[in-house]
């Protein structure tokens, strides 16, 4: 059973850094495709970034040149890199593993919480 743990939400000033991190264990890392997503409160659910087996990556045009996603095959770690934060960047960030990049077989994270603010 797949397992994912992330870690390194917190508070931040607008036009900082964070940088998230998500442990997948439980599985063959690189049977999986790996995302991030986003929940803002009275919002839907939204891609934020997603890297597939081959590390080809694709972005929600709101990150784009701000955010970077990667994976470490090594550590079972894909990571978010977040620069440039903006208040409506404000939300509980899960990330979300497709076993065989195939989102019916898809495994959330637990979330973690970003938030925004002067």
């Known amino acids: 059973q797949v397992q994912l743990v992330e870690s390194g939400g917190g508070l931040v000033q607008p036009g900082g850094s964070l940088r998230l991190s998500c442990k997948v264990s439980?599985?063959?890392?690189?049977?999986?495709?790996l995302g991030w997503h986003r929940q803002a409160p009275g919002n839907q659910r939204e891609l934020v970034a997603a890297?597939?087996?081959?590390?080809?990556?694709n972005y929600a045009d709101s990150v784009k040149g701000r955010f970077t996603i990667s994976r470490d095959n090594t550590e079972n770690t894909v990571y978010l890199q977040m620069n440039s934060l903006k208040v409506e960047d404000t939300a509980i960030y899960y990330c979300?593993?497709?076993?065989?990049?195939?989102?019916?077989?898809?495994?959330w994270g637990q979330g973690t919480q970003v938030t925004v603010s002067s």
């Open positions: 439980g599985s063959i890392f690189t049977m999986y495709s």
């Open positions: 979300n593993a497709d076993r065989w990049a195939r989102p019916e077989f898809r495994t």
């Open positions: 890297i597939a087996r081959d590390s080809s990556t």
